[in-house]
């Protein structure tokens, strides 16, 4: 019969990803004719826990080009966008998060710009898409059986005989550093 043992090992005990379309605005120093370009750069996220939730507060930078004077003149809005949200991460086994938990967030779905429309004259309304994912590390533990019986030790043995070695012991010259000093 077995015996078992509690290991206590960190290990994901909740993992989650959630799909975010986000809408936002910004005016133009000028009357916009054509949005020409979005981007998104420097997307910078980190994941903490508030109550029995998980929270992700973030940031990026927008570019929108566009232009301007009946498409005679472009430039360029740069905006930093910031956000937080919010997951209910299922957390398995009524693990405690007010434990030593640690939180790691990947980003699945880099922000992108879904559509870009010129509204009211100098605003620019666009939609972003992103896709994170968080999986919460805590302490947990595991039960394992253990086998009592030690398994039996290997004898070791050189690789040379007895026979070998009385031959080389046979064959050694005692007095070979006298020989070669005359």
């Known amino acids: 019969m077995a015996a078992y043992k509690e290991i206590v090992t960190k290990a994901v005990i ?6 975010f379309k986000n ?3 910004v005016k133009s120093d000028n009357k916009p004719t054509t949005v020409l370009g979005c981007w998104i750069i420097n997307h910078k996220f980190n994941g903490y826990k508030k109550d029995k939730q998980i929270g992700v507060d973030g940031s990026f930078d927008i570019n929108i080009w566009y232009s301007y004077d009946d ?3 472009t430039t360029v809005i740069n905006k930093t966008i910031n956000y937080d ?3 209910n991460v299922r957390i398995k086994d009524e693990a405690d998060l007010s ?3 640690d939180i790691i967030v990947r980003s699945l779905k880099q922000p992108m710009c879904q559509d870009v429309d010129i509204i ?10 992103k896709e994170l994912g968080v999986e919460v590390v805590g302490e947990t ?3 394992i059986a253990v086998e009592e019986d030690e398994e039996p030790w290997e004898e070791l043995t050189d690789e040379a005989d007895d026979d070998t070695l009385d031959d080389i012991d046979k064959e050694v010259d005692e007095n070979y550093m006298e020989s070669t000093n005359k």
């Open 120 to 129: 009211d004259g100098d605003t620019i309304s666009f939609t972003i898409e």
């Open 71 to 73: 498409d005679t003149k």
């Open 23 to 25: 809408t936002y605005t």
């Open 141 to 143: 533990k595991m039960k």
């Open 14 to 19: 909740g993992k989650g990803k959630k799909h």
């Open 85 to 87: 949200d919010l997951f």
């Open 99 to 101: 434990l030593d938990t």
